[in-house]
């Protein structure tokens, strides 16, 4: 999923984002969903639920800023991955999530699912 939302923001990236928030074109199945954030200030452009929110003020229980180490690490060409723990949507059980991302031109995105 995450390699076909790299390819939808380089194609158009306000259709792509656009679509990402509304779930469409398959990039929502059942908790899989994409994300993407400003690379410039961390403010999520993309999101179900957060959109709007910093991604570099996410932590999670443990305290772990994985938010931080996404925009730290993000690198154009280059899929990374993070796990933390975090709550799956409808639920306030944290869990182990697995997030895998990359920098695309001025945008992180990313997919997670947990384990």
Known sequence: MLERAIAAVKADKTKALEMFNK???GFKDRDLYVFCVN???GVETA???HKGSKLTDMKDV???AFGEE???T???GKISEVAYMWPRPDSDTPVEKVTFFTKVADQICGVGYYK
């Open 23 to 25: 779930g469409e074109g």
């Open 39 to 41: 690379g410039s200030d």
């Open 47 to 49: 999101h179900p639920t």
């Open 62 to 64: 443990k305290g772990f």
């Open 70 to 72: 996404i925009m730290r």
């Open 74 to 76: 993000a690198t154009e």
